[in-house]
């Protein structure tokens, strides 16, 4: 009997640590979504001091013209009088968490303004965060332009 009590006692502690793990790691998903929605204000208020919290020194860029930038490359262009963003949205986007490492992958759309000339951008994306002294930052990003129209458009 005491056997089954200790095993017992075992499989409930183990249902609790990962109740308690899952919890974690869907505080951490959470927690970078939000600075998804962040990052978004931040693109439509041209705020690269926000964007420079959110993102890493080591942070890399790969844009939809297939162009690389670097963080302090990222930030410039944000800040350049040549892009005037009006609407910046996440569609939809999903979070896995793995430790102290995660990847968002969702749909992003932009309207603005670009040298002059109106522009709607729909782009898949694919972010990758790593938490690094408690803090969650984005290393990179990669979007891929949607070409094909959907509902609504």
């Not at 013209?65 to 609407?87: C, N, R, T, W």
Request: charged content about 25%; proline content about 3%; aromatic content about 8%.
């Amino acid at each position: 009997m005491r056997k089954i009590m200790v095993a017992v006692s075992v499989l409930l502690l183990g249902a609790a640590l990962a109740v308690a793990w899952q919890q974690s790691v869907s505080d951490d998903g959470g927690w970078i979504l939000g600075l998804e929605k962040a990052w978004n204000r931040a693109l439509e208020e041209k705020n690269s001091k926000a964007l420079d919290m959110i993102l890493a020194d080591t942070f890399v860029s790969v844009d939809i013209d297939g162009s690389v930038s670097s963080k302090s490359e990222f930030l410039a262009s944000i800040e350049s009088p040549d892009y005037q963003p009006s609407q910046a949205v996440t569609e939809a986007s999903n979070v896995k968490v793995y430790g102290d490492a995660a990847v968002v992958v969702g749909i992003f759309r932009v309207k603005g303004m670009e040298k002059g000339k109106p522009y709607v951008h729909r782009e898949r994306f694919v972010d990758t965060w790593i938490k690094s002294n408690g803090r969650w930052q984005c290393v990179a990003t990669t979007s891929t332009l949607i070409t094909a129209k959907h509902p609504g458009d």
